[in-house]
């Protein structure tokens, strides 16, 4: 069928050697290699972009490690691309390594991309989903913005599921989308196609019998396929394969039959068949066209795992790259490489649980008759023996190893737009490496580099290039400190040429991007927000910009929302003058006097709000207080003093605390910030809320007034423990309260309380159950405090101070003996009455978990 005789792989009656792959299949690959040192022929055509022809030569050098792929993109328009992956184990890798090591021409074959970008840019949303989430090839992954889609259907090119319809019809030979190794898997009675080709190609023993015998048989079968389905579904090869045809005939007249053509099996038939060069023109003419660049840029292992998007869709690429690369016994190579794995994370498994694995592995596919442990025997073994029948140590294999997070490499030579020259510049500088493996970064803005690695990552996100998150600081609130969570997916390189239309490096690309939002931001929050992440990406060129919008937007929002939403963010980066050596005396002015207008708008916008409304303005008046307390530490770049600013918002808080026609969330979330503050007596307060509490009150307002007081996560909570009046007050009308009403306030008073600790709520409640009466015996007589006695108990002080110097170490040995003996009295009672010791103890572990 390939017109190949058994000797050395020479051509018969004339005509190219053809040989149809799996793309990404490890069997493939390795017959692939074996086919062609058998034929040695004088140039290999390979399935993939032609104006990637250029960039052959770097798959040579010594820095390009796969996975790796083609990236094509529309010069015009960056986010329009398309990938072209490729694995060490993908056997056009195999085909161009080959060709570059015989030192033989090798050339891409498939349609252009400036073809394949223009029918993506034309096609309709549903056409590009359904090509994309099914191509199967490296050159069929331009078809569906460049995704490289379902490995099962990997002999194929954008082979869906089969079963699978287009336009809802029904499943006749024309409209069915065809994928050949699922058909061939149900022939030889096999549910699952992986298996099927597992057992037939995977587990075939490489370097034995008649190297060209596997393409022969798999051409046979895929021709009976297309005789039956067509093209199967898959109306774009009709268009792919015309071209593919004519340029075979162009490398026939140059070297004669002695060309080699690797390519998905399903095209195999097609080139074999004889038709007129006139009518593949015929087919190619009139193709839309878009101005197209290509070069090569990394990838991962995991994104050749996704079925959609940009992944190639095979099930385990770690797999995959394990059968290609271990020289003999894959299943007892694997099985110590689980093992390694599982003691890193600190699981007991020893050589003794590897040798057991690998006996039960075997005998599982005895069982299931196949000729040697696969994917799924392994996994089997492994949880049974090294997991002890867990999934969760097993979904850390899955993960690390028949996934895996390897990240190719791409010489420094491949082509790049301008703007990722200069992110590689600066990743070199900082020594800020781009990986595949998601891990946290933590940096210390006070050191230099860590400065500049905070600014890079604050320009990328600016420019959408979202290599790291923001993520809170473990240990530290400060501002000198940032946590990111960093990992590298390639189709941020396409990010990366999408930003390229701002600038050449990322400096001057982030400058005029933030320029562009601030111009088009809908929002007088957007703006804040964006002088915020101007001030993070240390952008001064851009902030004049931002601000002179920020100012025009402000002083036209009417809004108190509006702006109550914009000041904190606004007063935070002020903050940021400190740790970041940046100037915000301009900044500082605006925050002022959006603050002043707050005060002036904020008491007649609380009037007359329902009740979702009147939770969004407490959210807004808690986040003022917050800003409020911020900008007042900042009295110079505020232009006024400290005291004068918090005074007039303490006004504020004063006329919505008393004012009736404010809801009573707002009132009594403005009561207890002026207790928090110092603004308002205890006493004051507790009559503040007896007046609320009181029987003319309706419930539903009283429990709204609870909720602004001791709710929203405000430590009212604490508040109660520690003033019982208050809690008194609190239980005496919620005991009040009418069975009727009782409904309605019931799910207010639940959100207030749901949010305190659990252990805050438990001993609310062991008070609320001793009753007043046994609250009220716990205040000393003459105390200013409930809870506290009137004057400090120096003898009960002055024995616990041993034990304190010894713990701060301040009393050297001195304050060891005395500690010692401050505690013989607790040690002899222990001794006389053990029972009532053990007793005392269990109510130190209550108190403590209380």
Known sequence: MTGLERDGGRTAGGGPLLLGVRHHGPGSARAVRAALDAARPRTVLIEGPPEADALIALAGEEDMRPPVALLAHAVDEPGRSAFWPLAEFSPEWVAIRWALEHEVPARFIDLPATHTLAWGRDETDRAVGEEGDGSADAGAGADGEGAEGSGAAGAEDDGGEAGDTRGGAGPSDADLRVDPLAVLAEAAGYDDPERWWEDVVEHRGSGEGDPFAPFRVLEEAMGTLRETYGDGGHDRDLVREAYMRLQLRAAQREFGDEVAVVCGAWHVPALRRRTAVTVDRALLKGLPKVKADMTWVPWTHRRLSRASGYGAGIDSPGWYGHLFGAPDRPVERWLTKVAGLLREEDRLVSSAHVIEAVRLAETLAAMRGRPLPGLGETTDAVRAVMCEGSDVPLALV???????????????????????????????????????????????????????????????????????????????????????????????????????????????????????????????????????????????????????????????????????????????????????????????????????????????????????????????????????????????????????????????????????????????????????????????????????????????????????????????????????????????????????????????????????????????????????????????????????????????????????????????????????????????????????????????????TG
């Open 398 to 848: 899955h993960d690390r190893l028949v996934v895996g997070d390897v990240l190719g490499e791409v010489p420094r030579s491949a082509p790049a737009v301008p703007l990722q020259r200069d992110l590689d510049r600066i990743q070199r500088r900082l020594r800020l490496k781009p990986e595949a493996l998601e891990r946290e970064l933590e940096l210390d803005l006070r050191k230099e580099t860590d400065a500049g690695r905070s600014r890079l990552l604050h320009r990328l996100r600016l420019l959408g290039v979202a290599w790291g998150e923001p993520v809170a600081s473990r240990g530290s609130t400060g501002t000198f400190r940032e946590t990111w969570r960093l990992r590298w997916e390639p189709e941020l390189a396409v990010r990366v040429a999408e930003a390229g239309v701002w600038g050449t490096t990322v400096l001057a690309a982030a400058t005029a991007k933030a320029e562009a939002d601030a111009v088009a931001a809908q929002g007088l929050a957007e703006v804040t927000a964006l002088a915020e992440r101007c001030l993070l990406a240390e952008l001064p060129d851009a902030l004049p910009v931002v601000m002179q919008v920020l100012a025009d937007r402000a002083a036209l929002d009417a809004d108190v929302g509006h702006l109550a939403q914009a000041l904190p963010a606004l007063v935070r980066s002020l903050r940021y003058g400190d740790v970041r050596g940046t100037d915000t005396g301009a900044l500082a002015g605006v925050a002022a006097g959006l603050a002043e207008r707050i005060f002036v708008g904020l008491p007649p916008a609380c009037a007359a709000l329902d009740a979702d409304a009147a939770e969004e303005m407490r959210r807004h008046v808690d986040a003022v207080q917050g800003a409020v307390a911020l900008l007042a530490d900042a009295p110079e770049s505020a232009g006024r003093p400290a005291d004068d600013l918090r005074s007039r918002w303490q006004a504020v808080l004063h006329v919505l605390s008393v004012r009736d026609t404010v809801p009573g969330v707002i009132r009594g979330r403005a009561v207890r910030l002026l207790l928090d503050d110092g603004e308002l007596a205890q006493d004051e307060a507790a009559r503040l809320m007896g007046l609320v509490l009181s029987p003319g009150t309706p419930p539903g307002d009283a429990a709204a007034w609870i909720e602004g007081f001791v709710g929203g996560g405000s430590g009212g909570g604490m508040l109660l423990l520690h003033d019982e009046r208050l809690l008194g007050l609190v239980d005496a009308w919620l005991t009040g309260v009418p069975a009727e009403a009782f409904t309605d306030v019931l799910p207010l008073l639940r959100r207030t309380f749901s949010a305190y600790e659990p252990g805050v709520r438990r001993t609310l409640g062991e008070l609320v159950r001793r009753g007043p009466g046994q609250r009220a015996s716990s205040v000393a007589a003459g105390s200013g405090l409930p809870g506290f006695a009137a004057e400090l108990e120096s003898e009960r002080a002055d024995a616990v101070m041993p034990v304190v110097r010894l713990l701060l170490g301040l009393g050297g040995a001195d304050a060891s003996e005395r500690a010692e003996e401050s505690l013989e009295p607790d040690r002899a009672e222990a001794d006389v009455e053990p029972e009532r010791a053990e007793a005392n103890v269990e109510n130190d572990l209550a108190g403590v």
